[in-house]
């Protein structure tokens, strides 16, 4: 059985901890802003509500870059196994 270092475990969920943080502040003041520069947008439902796309906007994505989840397995499971390399043309919004 691999085990994975401490210290890789420390500083991955450590650095996972400070993506959340960071997008945290960031969504508080896109959300100060917002409401700083409110029009009257009454009768229309707002499109983000609380946490429903911070995952995806301010986590997956930011992982994303460095394209290390959601990799495509191209073998069959086992010990080892092969995965498809990607490349992008468009700062890893779209991988080919």
Not at 27 to 38: C, E, G, P, T
Request: charge should be negative; aromatic fraction near 18%; hydrophobic fraction near 40%.
């Amino acid at each position: 059985m691999i085990t994975i270092p401490y210290l890789t475990a420390l500083t991955t969920y450590f650095s996972y901890e400070l993506l959340f943080a960071f997008g945290q502040i960031r969504d508080f003041f896109r959300n100060l802003i917002d409401w700083w520069k409110a029009s009257d947008l009454q009768g229309y439902a707002p499109i983000c509500l609380g946490l429903e796309d911070f995952y995806i906007h301010r986590l997956y994505l930011c992982i994303q870059l460095s394209d290390c989840f959601g990799r495509p397995i191209s073998s069959p499971p086992g010990a080892w196994f092969d995965v498809v390399e990607r490349v992008s043309n468009d700062n890893n919004k779209t991988l080919k």
